[in-house]
């Protein structure tokens, strides 16, 4: 059964960056049929994406997020990472890792099949 | 890109039938079938309800479904119960490589 698991820090000052990594276990994020994604939701507000890669390296971010975020991956860790820089109070929010199944004999699809349980992240000095 | 549009609230009674609809635009919704929903309960993480528009993962129950007309996609929960109750988001593919969600609706179960 895949799980996935966010680390890091739950307090970051503002303007500096917060970092985020998800390990995936009883999986692996070298898999062609899946997107691996980072999805955020402000205290009593809505999902928001934030951004996704590939296998391959391949990346995509939310066009309003896009010169502050940068998505990663650690095969050799069977991970993936988020950094957002220059954070502000804005930025609070539960942080989800969530895995996009992308690819399967069918065809192509894109949904979000699989979430980690959250993280808060608080922005403040 | 813009969030995909939904009702902040919708409500009905124990049996009842209700539908959350999901507007986008011919970027989005109207341009792929790549629509999915999602359950949420307070403090939990969402959950996948449908798929690619109309499909319902294993083990959710029947009496979710949905459709899609042109740009606006919805979804239905007939024969509502208690357990019912809670947030529910469209999601779509867009035409920029990207995913974006709906602003969520909360559903009350009366």
């Known amino acids: 059964q895949v799980q996935l698991q966010e680390s890091g820090p739950g307090l970051v000052k503002p303007s500096e960056t917060l970092s985020l990594t998800c390990t995936v276990s009883g999986g692996s994020v070298s898999s062609a049929t899946y997107y691996w994604s980072w999805i955020r939701q402000p205290p009593g507000k809505g999902l928001e994406w934030v951004g996704h890669i590939y296998y391959s390296g391949s990346t995509n971010y939310n066009p309003s997020l896009e010169s502050r975020v940068t998505v990663s991956l650690d095969t050799s860790k069977n991970q993936f990472s988020l950094k957002l820089t220059s954070v502000t109070a804005a930025d609070t929010a539960v942080y989800y890792c969530a895995r996009i199944f992308y690819l399967d004999a069918s065809g192509f699809n894109w949904y979000f099949d699989l979430w980690s349980r959250g993280t808060l992240v608080t922005v403040s000095s | 890109q813009s969030a995909l549009t939904q009702p902040a609230s919708v409500s009905g009674s124990p049996g009842q039938s209700i539908t959350i609809s999901c507007t986008g635009s011919?970027?989005?919704?109207?341009?792929?079938?790549?629509v999915s929903w999602y359950q949420q309960h307070p403090g939990k993480a969402p959950k996948l309800i449908i798929y690619d528009v109309i499909y319902r993962p294993s083990g959710v129950s029947n009496r979710f479904s949905a459709s899609k007309s042109g740009k606006t996609a919805s979804l239905t929960i007939s024969g509502l119960q208690a357990e019912d109750e809670g947030d529910y988001y469209c999601?779509?593919?867009?035409?920029?490589?990207?995913?974006?969600f709906g602003g969520g609706t909360r559903l009350t179960v009366l």
């Open positions: 011919n970027s989005d919704i109207g341009r792929y079938n790549y």
């Open positions: 999601s779509s593919y867009t035409s920029i490589s990207t995913l974006v």
